[in-house]
């Protein structure tokens, strides 16, 4: 039995739009653009929004880098941990100020004796200085943004028309086969992971906020620990942005560990292989079964991700 074209085109019509556009846009698009919309975003005024075309075009670095911010607030609390005779309360308080200064400095931070100095010319050791660090703490804290409920929201969405993508008693029903919408949104999975990463971390209400308070810290302790005059310029390179940390393979330490950089490259490279995998089998078991022209675009765009990682880590 063969179908020419012309009995296509008098079977199904004249080459034209989806005429079920709005159930398949529903179906990925659109939670996706929740997705998105929930990612914390470093205040960097009107070039933030560029942090999300990044992460869309480079999305191992990007998590790589939320991760190996992570890991310089673990740093923070190991050096604060260093200092002997405090409680764990108060190695809380050093910590949390030693991670706005790594926020401030960034990759100029070569040694843990830039940490050493700020504590011995602050004073962490003196009573009444100390209360100038619990006040910073709180400040840093306290301006932090926390959005994770709101982001839940979306990925409960976005769970949820999945399901109700191969669960008729859900979704109701398909126009079309959901395969290949479904494996789009499987392919993408791994904003879920960025979400709730960045989310974790959160960000400050405004691009001065954590400058402004470590600066009155420094007046305040007599510390003459000069703040960088080009912070505002340089943040988008800098310590402020948490999806672009060009200097991952090291730590505020100074040192580069082999075995804990691969550990943070596996863990950010993890969602986006797991999300490849789910998008490949769905629309290999997709109408016509097997390997389609559907995988190419996947293949390609799975490709190109880690070429621009290889290129720009």
């Known amino acids: 039995l063969t179908l020419t074209l012309p009995g296509c085109q ?45 992460l869309l075009g480079d999305p191992m670095d990007s998590m790589w880098s939320l991760l190996h911010k992570i890991d310089a607030w673990d740093h923070c609390y ?26 401030i400095y960034g990759p100029s931070i070569t040694s843990v004796e830039c940490f050493d100095s700020i504590a011995t010319r602050s004073g962490v050791g003196q009573e009444e200085k100390f209360r ?29 028309q999945v399901i109700a993508g191969f669960v008729k008693e859900v979704g109701g029903g398909n126009t079309s086969p959901p395969g290949g919408r479904i494996g789009t949104a499987m ?12 989310n974790a971390i959160g960000g400050f209400t ?24 080009s912070y505002f310029e340089s943040q988008s390179w800098s310590g402020a942005i948490y999806t ?3 200097w991952k393979t090291r730590y505020i330490t100074g040192e580069t560990g082999r075995v804990r ?40 765009i799975f490709v190109t991700w880690h070429l621009s990682a290889v290129l720009t880590w």
């Open 132 to 160: 100038e660090w619990r006040r910073t703490a709180l400040e840093l804290a306290d301006s932090r943004t926390d959005e994770f409920l709101r982001s839940r929201l979306a990925i409960l969405l976005y769970f949820y």
């Open 244 to 246: 672009f940390r060009p």
């Open 78 to 103: 190991v050096l604060a941990k260093g200092h002997s005779g405090f409680s764990n309360d108060r190695r809380r308080v050093i910590a949390t100020v030693f991670a706005g200064f790594e926020e």
């Open 261 to 300: 950089t691969a550990l943070l490259l596996l863990l950010a490279v993890l969602p986006i292989w797991a999300g490849m995998t789910g998008g490949f089998i769905i629309i290999w078991y997709t109408l016509p079964n097997g390997f389609n022209c559907r995988h190419f675009w996947l293949i390609g």
């Open 10 to 54: 008098q079977l199904c019509g004249q080459r034209a739009w989806y005429w079920d556009i709005g159930p398949r846009l529903s179906t990925w698009l659109i939670p996706i653009l929740l997705l998105l919309g929930n990612i914390e975003l470093s205040p960097l005024g009107k070039r933030r929004f560029m942090a999300l075309i990044h």
């Open 206 to 229: 405004s691009r001065r906020t954590c400058f402004d308070i470590l600066s009155r810290f420094n007046e305040r302790t007599n510390n003459r620990f000069r703040m960088p005059p």
């Open 187 to 198: 392919f993408i999975s791994w904003l879920v992971t960025a979400v709730l990463l960045s």
